[in-house]
């Protein structure tokens, strides 16, 4: 059986949120594969406050 992957997080707000976390250069310079685990995670952790907060509803629409 063949896993589907689903984009939850489009491009730009990937972008905004590596850029609010400070790690924005790292994925300019050597893209989203040469960030940290640790970035990411923490990257994740941000959406998901926002998400909660209601901050994503609308504004990152393809």
């Known amino acids: 059986m063949?896993?589907?992957r689903s984009r939850v997080?489009?491009?730009?707000?990937?972008e905004e949120l590596a850029k609010d976390l400070g790690f924005y250069e790292t994925v300019e310079s050597k893209g989203w594969?040469?960030?940290?685990?640790?970035d990411?995670?923490?990257m994740v952790k941000r959406?998901?406050?926002m998400a909660?907060?209601?901050?994503v509803e609308g504004q990152y629409k393809k």
Do not use: C, D, P, Y
């Not at 997080?9 to 990937?14: D, Q």
């Open 2 to 4: 063949s896993r589907r």
């Open 9 to 14: 997080m489009n491009e730009k707000f990937k």
């Open 33 to 38: 594969k040469g960030i940290r685990a640790e």
């Open 40 to 42: 990411a995670g923490n």
């Open 47 to 49: 959406a998901v406050e």
């Open 52 to 55: 909660k907060q209601g901050l």
